[in-house]
């Protein structure tokens, strides 16, 4: 078994492997130099806490135990279906019985001229320690996306003192997949935190000299900044499989079972798109943590055998300034919302879909506080229920009863 990327879903997968009972050679490969680690943190601990370390999924002993072999610092550059091979970027080669392509995203590139070094994006543990090192009091730092990457960093900045302005192109911040009426009360947390967030905003012009930014909004205003972090979305990285021919479609093409056109290559993660049976077979692509767990774990038992279809109602989270926010389901494929008002001000917002099936849920608040609900919704969702609109507003009708019901 050789597994391509040494990310959340690949490490993993390689775990999976050895706890499902595979005994054969399981060889993960990767072109960081560190251990598989997980990536959220990128945007938060890594960049608040004393000593950023990286939280990684299994140590180099566990590794060693698991009889997992593990190769760093290098790229697979070729796939060869016909001899089963996988070419490396150091000249060796890797025969492969069942192959996994956990290759995930990079950041999507902003296509002007003027970006140099104090351009900055956000993927790998070194690209946060680089950031990390402007988030200073003197420090001006102009973030251009206001997604939740970038509203992350905005956060992590205001935090160490460090002027934060946002730039985003949309008409709003969480565009996608965030209901406005909780966009909106994110948005009024970074103000109230001193954060300048410019939405409806294009940028004409960017350039850095080495010691400064400036940046020219379409309207004319001028931003300057010590830092700029781009953070406008995620590509898969798609190339490898393309190159060995297989399909692509919004990232590489896999069926519910994870299974690309090539029986023995699977894709999972960031890097593929794949069928929703919850949602009549929607091809999607997600960019999750939980999404790479649970489709590392999905991806292992299918490459021995398996069968099995990906039935995972999709999960979202962010943190920032004490309130979190989480979803479940695609909140798109609403045409209807009811809300549920929790304590301390949390609220979730139940999305149904034309027949009164409950597709999503959306909920904001303090610390944990719609947690427990949003878990019993995402359950609600995977049964396909259709629960009354009244119920789901009602703060006294518990979400546990309309799932017993």
Known sequence: MVIIGAGECGGRAALALRDLGYEGPVTLVGDEPHLPYERPPLSKEAMTSEAPAIKAIASD????????????????????????????SDGSSLAYDKLLLATGSVPRKLPMPGLGPRCVYLRTFNDALAIRAHLSPQNRVAVI???FIGLELAAAARKLGATVTVIEAQPRILMRGVPAEIAEIIH??????????????????????????RIELAEGQGIGADLAVIGIGAMPVTALAAEAGLAIDNGIAVDGMLRTDDPDIFAAGDCCSFPLAIYGGRRVRLEAWRNAQEQGALAAKNMLGANEAH??????????????????GLSDEGRSTVR???DDGAFILFHLAEDGRLV????????????RDIRLAEMLIAKRATPAPEAL??????LKSLLAA
């Open 61 to 88: 002993e566990l590794l060693a135990e698991c009889s997992i072999r593990r190769s760093h610092s290098v790229r697979a550059v070729a796939i060869d279906r016909a001899e089963h091979v996988v070419r490396l």
């Open 145 to 147: 996306g206001g997604g």
């Open 188 to 213: 009024k947390a970074h103000e109230a935190e001193g954060v300048t967030i410019l939405t409806g905003r294009g940028i004409a012009a960017i350039a850095d000299d080495g010691a400064e930014v």
């Open 311 to 328: 039935a995972a109602v999709p999960w979202f989270w962010s943190d920032q300034y004490g309130l979190t926010l989480q979803i479940a």
């Open 340 to 342: 549920r008002d929790l």
């Open 360 to 371: 999503a849920a959306s909920g904001i608040g303090p610390g944990n506080a719609v947690a």
């Open 393 to 398: 507003g009602s703060q006294a009708v518990k």
